[in-house]
């Protein structure tokens, strides 16, 4: 079992940073990979990034690439999405999830463990 748990969202005007944190408990966490998704109001669940077990392969979705950054730490049990140049359209609910295979995943569907989700605002 794993449990995910999601913190760092917040109110932020249209161009600023924030960074979401989440913190994985269970039986070799460090092990699984892990993702960010988000879901905005009235759409599907959408794919924001993804690492490896070893953090040393990551995967971006084509509109966060190059202003967002997914990075984990194995020994706090920590995976963390660095985001930059925040969007209105952006504005979701951003959810931490894990799987226990080999692959990056894209898609919701692939994802065994999520998180509660933690809402991000971003405004004009």
């Known amino acids: 079992q794993v449990q995910l748990v999601e913190s760092g969202g917040g109110l932020l005007q249209t161009g600023g940073s924030l960074r979401l944190s989440c913190a994985a408990s269970?039986?070799?966490?460090?092990?699984?990979?892990m993702a960010w998704f988000r879901q905005a109001p009235g759409k599907e669940r959408e794919f924001v990034a993804s690492?490896?077990?070893?953090?040393?392969?990551?995967a971006y979705s084509d509109s966060v690439k190059g202003r967002f950054t997914i990075s984990r730490d194995n020994v706090k049990n920590t995976v963390a999405l660095q985001m930059n140049s925040l969007k209105p359209e952006e504005t979701a609910v951003y959810y931490c999830?894990?799987?226990?295979?080999?692959?990056?995943?894209?898609?919701?569907?692939?994802?065994?463990?999520w998180g509660q989700g933690k809402k991000v605002t971003v405004s004009a």
């Open positions: 269970g039986r070799t966490v460090s092990s699984y990979t």
């Open positions: 999830a894990a799987h226990q295979g080999y692959t990056l995943g894209a898609t919701a569907d692939e994802f065994d463990y």
């Open positions: 690492i490896v077990r070893s953090g040393g392969r990551t």
